[in-house]
C-alpha cells in the first residue's frame, strides 16, 4: 500500500509512464519520449472545484504533498491565465529532495511554468515572470494583442499556437518539440475543459474532499462542447476522508 507520508511512496505512485522519458536516437544523443499530459485537481464532494473563490479551501495536507510531488515529477506546468491571477501563481520551487532525481532524469531544478492566455492579460511584474527559478513561458495565438505581444517576448519565452485561439493539442505538441514531454496541468476548469475536449489530456488526478459545498462553484472542468468520454481508474488511494483517484483516458470511449 502506497505510504501517503514518505515522498518517496507518493513518487513511485504518480510516476510518469517508462515511454515518456528520454532515450538515445540514432546519433547517440537523447530523445524525448511521447508526451503525457496530467491533470491535478480538487473537488468537494457534490462537485465544487471553489471553495470561497479558490481552490485552497478543498485541499489537505496529503492533497498538498502530492501537488508537490506531481510538480516536481513534471517538466512543465500548464496554467490557465485566470487561475495565475486568481490563485496568485508563483514560481515553482527547487525541491532539494527531488535535485538528484531530476537531474538523472534530464531535467532542470524545478519544472517550467507555461501560462495559457489569448489576450495576455497578465501582470509581467510578478515574480512568475520577473523572477523565476526557471523561465516562464507564456503561450499564446498569433490574434494576441500586438502591445502586450511584444512586452510579454520581453519577458518569458513566447509559444504561439493557434490564430484566434490558443489551440491546445498545438501547444501541448510545442512544448513536447522542446524536450517539455512531462506535462502537467493545474487548471482551471476552463483549461482542464479545453484539454478534454481536445483529446490530449492522457490523466486525471482528482482529490476528492469530504466536504458539501453546493453554492454556483465551478465544476472541475467545462467548456463549449460536453463530452463522453471514458476513463480508467489506475489507482485509489485514502486519507482522513479524503480520497485520491488517478483515472488514466481508456482505450474504449463510452458510446
Not at 502506497?2 to 540514432?26: F, V
Not at 517576448?153 to 493539442?169: H, L
Not at 510545442?174 to 481536445?198: H, I, K, Y
Request: aromatic share 4%; with cysteine; hydrophobic share 45%.
Amino acid at each position: 500500500m502506497t505510504d501517503l507520508t514518505t515522498l518517496e511512496g507518493l513518487a513511485e505512485a504518480y510516476a510518469y509512464p517508462p515511454d515518456t522519458a528520454a532515450a538515445p536516437g540514432p546519433d547517440g544523443h537523447p530523445r524525448p519520449g511521447r508526451s503525457w499530459l496530467r491533470g491535478n485537481m480538487v473537488a468537494s464532494a457534490d462537485g465544487a472545484a471553489r471553495l470561497g473563490g479558490l481552490s485552497e479551501g478543498l485541499s489537505s495536507a496529503a492533497d498538498k504533498r502530492i501537488f508537490g510531488v506531481l510538480r516536481a515529477l513534471a517538466d512543465v506546468v500548464l496554467v490557465g491565465a485566470q487561475t495565475v491571477r486568481s490563485e496568485g501563481y508563483r514560481p515553482a520551487l527547487a525541491r532539494a529532495e527531488f535535485a538528484a532525481e531530476r537531474a538523472a532524469r534530464g531535467q532542470g531544478p524545478a519544472p517550467v511554468i507555461a501560462v495559457f492566455t489569448a489576450r495576455i492579460d497578465l501582470d509581467l511584474s510578478l515574480p512568475l515572470f520577473a523572477a523565476p527559478r526557471v523561465p516562464t513561458i507564456i503561450v499564446t495565438c498569433a490574434n494576441a494583442p500586438a502591445e502586450a505581444l511584444a512586452a510579454a517576448r520581453g519577458t518569458a519565452e513566447v509559444i504561439i499556437a493557434g490564430e484566434q485561439r490558443v489551440d491546445p493539442a498545438a501547444a501541448v505538441a510545442a512544448l513536447a518539440e522542446r524536450g517539455l514531454v512531462r506535462q502537467l496541468t493545474e487548471g482551471g476548469p476552463t483549461l482542464l475543459g479545453q484539454f478534454a475536449e481536445a483529446g490530449v489530456l492522457d490523466e486525471l488526478c482528482l482529490t476528492l474532499a469530504p466536504l458539501m459545498v453546493a453554492g454556483d462553484s465551478p465544476r472541475i472542468a467545462h467548456g463549449s462542447t460536453a463530452l463522453t468520454e471514458r476513463l480508467d481508474l489506475a489507482a485509489l488511494l485514502e486519507e482522513k476522508g479524503f480520497l485520491f483517484a488517478r483515472y488514466t483516458r481508456s482505450v474504449t470511449n463510452a458510446a
